[in-house]
T-cell receptor, first 114, second 112 residues
Framework: DGGITQSPKYLFRKEGQNVTLSCEQN?????MYWYRQDPGQGLRLIYY???????QKGDIAEGYSVSREKKESFPLTVTSAQKNPTAFYLC?????????????FGSGTRLTVV | GQQLNQSPQSMFIQEGEDVSMNCTSS?????WLWYKQDPGEGPVLLIA?????ELTSNGRLTAQFGITRKDSFLNISASIPSDVGIYFC????????????FGTGTLLAVQP
């Protein structure tokens, strides 16, 4: 079955450490996205990528970095520069163009700084 | 970044009641989508709307694409405990890409 997989489901990080969240999709989607969700909040866009080897900053990119070396993969690194990294992180993918879009989401990674 | 105005922010209802929530935008959209997020999971697509005035049902869920193309609503009839979650609207504006703008979410709690 096609889908989008995020790992790990739960992640603990010490202050000052970088950590990388994995996102893999086998839907042959062109575009991939990273969102951050805080308790009781909506979805805030961190980064997105329309095509391999290209990505753009979203609304809250500071303290995060991404890469898109393969169509299937879009890892997110939460760096030590991110002041408040504890949150629920969601990855999504979609076709980039076409009338009938819509995102497929992964099941999320909950990151906690200890 | 741009977000849609979604209301209400939260709802606490009794099992069996009907629920209504809506989203409004200052921009015109050519697609409206409604997602549900269960606790600790990613959002799942419930209903997609592609034409102004379109009314679409999915079981007990009904959604409409507003005539002005600036709003949409979602109704849930005869709510059950498993309807609990956060409901998000999302809009896609005219243009070449499928980048979505999300609403702020409606938290639904259903008491048995």
């Amino acid at each position: 079955d096609g889908g989008i997989t995020q790992s790990p489901k739960y992640l603990f990080r010490k202050e000052g450490q970088n950590v990388t969240l994995s996102c893999e999709q086998n839907l042959n989607h062109d575009a991939m996205y990273w969102y951050r969700q805080d308790p009781g909040q909506g979805l805030r866009l961190i980064y997105y990528s329309q095509i391999v080897n290209d990505f753009q900053k979203g609304d809250i990119a500071e303290g995060y970095s991404v890469s898109r070396e393969k169509k299937e993969s879009f890892p997110l690194t939460v760096t030590s520069a991110q002041k408040n990294p504890t949150a629920f992180y969601l990855c999504a993918s979609s076709i980039w163009t076409g009338l009938r879009g819509g995102y497929t989401f992964g099941s999320g990674t909950r990151l906690t700084v200890v | 970044g741009q977000q849609l105005n979604q209301s209400p922010q939260s709802m606490f209802i009794q099992e069996g009641e009907d629920v209504s929530m809506n989203c409004t935008s200052s921009s015109i959209f050519n697609t409206w989508l409604w997602y549900k997020q269960d606790p600790g999971e990613g959002p799942v697509l419930l209903i997609a709307l592609y034409k102004a005035g379109e009314l679409t049902s999915n079981g007990r869920l009904t959604a409409q694409f507003g005539i002005t193309r600036k709003d949409s609503f979602l109704n849930i009839s005869a709510s059950i405990p498993s309807d609990v979650g956060i409901y998000f609207c999302a809009g896609q504006s005219s243009g070449a890409t499928n980048k979505l703008i999300f609403g702020t979410g409606t938290l639904l709690a259903v008491q048995p």
